[in-house]
Structure formats: structure tokens, C-alpha cells
């Protein structure tokens, strides 16, 4: 718009009054024209306003798509199957794959200690019973032995000690001499060798027979004092 307040031609630029609805020169409508061609105008450079910015926008990201899929490619390329992780542990070895549990091999040689052989037992030989000295009947005691012998006292007690002597040599025990003169169950003047003090007629019958494996004629007897 010119200072004056007129209006000019949008097609030919000519200057026209206020109010005026038509060009003079080249006929063209005032009015409708210059608004249709400031919008015109107004559209033409939002579009290339948008132009501006749109297209660098798009080449922007084609190109960090192309970025990114060259990366994935080159990443894809390098990597190589990497060796699978082996864990150790104190007392098992895990290995990849299927999981599978070894006992470890020993560092060292287990000793073992020299086996000790115990000193083989001595046995005594065995020892014949030690067959007591002669015995003698106890006072005043009533029971029953075995007579082996009487011999007259004439004979002397030392010939009724040998023959206690036998008698312990061949195994019998409790061997011993009285006089039948001190007992009123016995003959008087007799040196008696006996074996065994009984408390029972049955007691000195078990040991009878083994008396009469040295002196066959051997016999049980009470014995009263």
C-alpha cells in the first residue's frame, strides 16, 4: 500500500484510488487478487520453510539407519565365538556344555605310612602243674578220701613217703600220709597214704577212678577222728 492511502495493481503495478475495484491499465479485480496473492505468497514460503528443514531431517536419519545397520554388519563380522568360560573351584571342575562334575586329581602323593608288624607272641611252653607237697589231714575234720596204700608202721613212714612220692609222680594230687592209729574209722598201726580231702562219699567216688590208674587197688574211705 502506497502512502497515500491507494492501492496498486498486483498485476502491472499501477497505482489506484481507494475503493477502486478494477485496474486502469491492465483491467485486473483489486480487492480479491492481492489477498489471494499475499496468500499465495504466505504458502509459498511455509513450503519452503518446510522444504528447508524436512529434507535435511530425512537425510539425517537415512543416514544414521545406514550407521547403524554398517555397525550391526561390522560388530557381526568381528565377533568370534569366544571360548567358553571354564570355573574351577576347590573340589569340582565345571566345563561348559553339558554340566559335568570331576573330582580334581590329587596335587600331591597321598603317603601312606609304613604298616608296623606287630612282634609275634612268644608262647610259654606249657608247664606241668606244680603238684603240691604232701598234705595232712586236717584236725578234727570228718570226710571222706581215697586210700591208695596202707603199709604196717614197722615198715618205718619213710617207706610210706615214697610211696606218696609214686603217687604224685603219676599225676595224682592232695597226696598225703596219716596215722590210722589218730582215727577210730581206721585199723591202728598203719601208715595210710590218701589222696583227696571229700566232704561227701560222692565227691571221692568221682575221683576214684583216676586213683586207681596208679594204684588199682585204691578205695574210698570215711575218715572219723
Request: glycine share 10%; net charge neutral; proline share 9%.
Amino acid at each position: 500500500m502506497s502512502p497515500d492511502g491507494a492501492t496498486r495493481c498486483p498485476r502491472c503495478g499501477t497505482a489506484a484510488e481507494a475503493g477502486q475495484e478494477y485496474c486502469l491499465e491492465c483491467g485486473a479485480r483489486l480487492g480479491r487478487e492481492p489477498a489471494a496473492a499475499a496468500a499465495g505468497s504466505t504458502a509459498a514460503d511455509r513450503s519452503d520453510w518446510n522444504a528447508a528443514w524436512i529434507l535435511p531431517a530425512l537425510l539425517g536419519l537415512v543416514i544414521a539407519i545406514l550407521g547403524t545397520v554398517a555397525a550391526i554388519v561390522i560388530s557381526g563380522d568381528r565377533e568370534e565365538p569366544g571360548a567358553i568360560p571354564t570355573a574351577t573351584g576347590g573340589s569340582l571342575t565345571v566345563t561348559g556344555g553339558t554340566p559335568t562334575l570331576t573330582a580334581p586329581e590329587p596335587t600331591t602323593a597321598a603317603t601312606t605310612a609304613p604298616a608296623t608288624t606287630a612282634p609275634a607272641a612268644t608262647t610259654a611252653p606249657p608247664q606241668s602243674p606244680v603238684n603240691p607237697a604232701a598234705i595232712t589231714w586236717p584236725r578234727d575234720h570228718r570226710g571222706w578220701t581215697i586210700v591208695l596204700l596202707s603199709l604196717p608202721q614197722s615198715n618205718g613212714r619213710e617207706a610210706a613217703g615214697a610211696q606218696a612220692k609214686k603217687a604224685r609222680d603219676g599225676g595224682l594230687r592232695r597226696v598225703g600220709v596219716l596215722d590210722s592209729s589218730r582215727y577210730a574209722s581206721l585199723h591202728p598201726g598203719y601208715y595210710v597214704v590218701f589222696q583227696g580231702v571229700f566232704d561227701s562219699e560222692a565227691e571221692a567216688s568221682s575221683a576214684l577212678q583216676r586213683a586207681r590208674t596208679v594204684f588199682p587197688t585204691a578205695y574210698q574211705r570215711e575218715i572219723v577222728p
